[in-house]
């Protein structure tokens, strides 16, 4: 009896949906993914479930109005945002902000940056199943947050920045705070270096995964960690220093392995280097006034009122003003250390808008719809550096109140832009670890 013919077997790739619903895609990314068995033949990503508009919502807000936005890009790290706008309308107006209240700013945009590598970290390796080493940066994570929210009044939508300074003032004993609290966020960080760095199962899910070459990365434009993990220490910090960061010492890090390894080694180093800049800035910042001035009384705001309505002003300046908790750090004593002195630019302290008419008369001018803010016509860009990398604000100016354009660079969007060459030919199961490897922040992807 005659054998049967082999059939000769034939396969056809198939194609999946990863996301928008899968849980390691946050509801907000479309990967396709074509495979082969369990190989990625090629992929397409597909942005925009979470279209905020911010840029257009910007042209309808006054210059300071814009800030609540800003912390909804990357939501994260939001001090960082507000930071990196500010700075650029302060150019475009030309306005030099306190010592002070430069060295404020990076101090709380290192403590962002932190915050957001330890939600990177951790929710990265929660994603490849070390459950633990999620729980342990959370918990560092939340010691920080209590710190922003001491400072702030809020732990992640914070609209610190104004135009010009900064909310208020730090609080008292804030330093010993820190310090206190770096020293918990330290003994996190060196037992999860423990859980994680040498782990056989967690490098070889990392090492040699979604690599990218050094002149890919630098062609795609990536900055940040990513570009980092790809031996090119190009920060703006150092590349194009601002506020203060020429006058602190902190490193680069950088890896040349181009994979996902590489990218989580940085990450732990850069919040190492954060808390050290953190710590450089208490005693290089210049004290604010904590006596009252001279007079020494301390007034209730409405009590403020009705004295200056009888016309007893004399003295009023000279008082301290007894403010809501969500005032504090406004009164006239710490409002000079944290704010421009420019009239046009900047809200008059609660002490003077309560007891003067010359006070009262600033403050309704600059939030009156058509005054305000009125830089002059203009455009500028403005880098600094994000948790990410290069976060840039383009802001156009026709001199009115309003800004005429905002525009955003956000990091992520290049790093979106070429994860396809770090999942094609790789398994279906190693996309995730290189997708949170990117930190994707919808907020600023989707803007």
């Known amino acids: 009896m005659a054998a049967e013919p082999i059939r000769e077997t034939r396969t056809d790739n198939m194609m999946l949906n990863m996301g928008p619903s899968h849980p390691a895609m946050h509801g907000v990314i479309r990967i396709v993914v074509e495979l082969d068995g369990e190989t990625v ?90 459950m633990s080493a999620f729980l342990y940066m959370i918990e560092a994570r939340e010691f920080l947050w209590e710190l922003v929210e001491q400072v702030t009044g809020a732990r992640l939508t914070i609209a610190y920045c104004r135009v010009g300074g900064v909310k208020a003032d ?17 003994e996190v960080l060196k037992d999860v270096d423990g859980l994680l760095t040498r782990n056989r199962i967690f490098i070889e899910r990392m090492d040699g995964v979604g690599v990218i070459s050094k002149e890919e990365a630098i062609d795609y434009s990536f900055t940040g960690p990513m570009l980092r993990g790809c031996g090119v220490p190009y920060d703006v910090r150092k590349a194009n220093p601002y506020l203060v960061y020429d006058q602190v010492s902190f490193e680069v890090p950088t890896q ?141 100016s026709d001199g009115m109140d309003k800004p005429y354009r905002v525009r955003v660079r956000p990091p992520c969007f290049a790093f979106v832009a070429g994860l396809h060459k770090m999942i094609d030919g790789g398994m279906i199961a190693d996309v995730i670890p290189t997708f949170g490897s990117i930190n994707m922040i919808a907020g600023e992807l989707d803007r």
């Open 170 to 186: 730090l609080p008292e004993n804030f330093e010993q705070e820190v310090a206190t609290r770096f020293q918990k966020v330290r």
């Open 41 to 130: 033949v090629s992929s397409d990503t597909e942005i925009g479930y979470l279209h905020r508009a911010f840029e257009k919502e910007a042209e309808n807000a006054t210059y300071n109005q814009v800030f609540p936005y800003t912390d909804r890009l990357n939501y994260v790290s939001p001090i960082i945002n507000n930071v990196g706008y500010a700075l650029a309308v302060e150019k475009l107006l030309g306005l030099e902000v306190t010592e002070r209240c430069k060295y404020i700013r990076v101090l709380m945009s290192e403590i962002s940056r932190v915050c957001d590598h330890l939600t990177c970290i951790g929710a990265s390796a929660m994603e490849l199943g070390a």
């Open 256 to 396: 040349t392995g181009c994979d996902n390894y590489s990218r989580y080694l940085v990450r732990m180093a850069e919040i190492v280097q954060s808390m050290r800049i953190v710590e450089q800035c208490f005693p290089k910042m210049p004290k604010g006034p904590i006596n009252v001035d001279h007079a020494g009384n301390v007034m209730e705001p409405a009590d403020m009122v009705d004295t200056a309505k009888i016309g007893k002003t004399h003295d009023l300046p000279l008082i301290q003003l007894e403010l809501s908790p969500n005032l504090e750090g406004l009164e006239k004593k710490q409002h000079r250390e944290v704010m421009a002195p420019d009239k046009g630019v900047v809200l008059p302290a609660k002490n003077d808008t309560y007891g003067n008419i010359e006070g009262l008369m600033n403050h309704f001018m600059l939030i009156m719809e058509g005054w305000g803010i009125q830089p002059p016509v203009g455009e500028v860009y403005q880098a600094v550096e994000g948790a990410n990398g290069e976060l840039g604000y383009y802001v156009v």
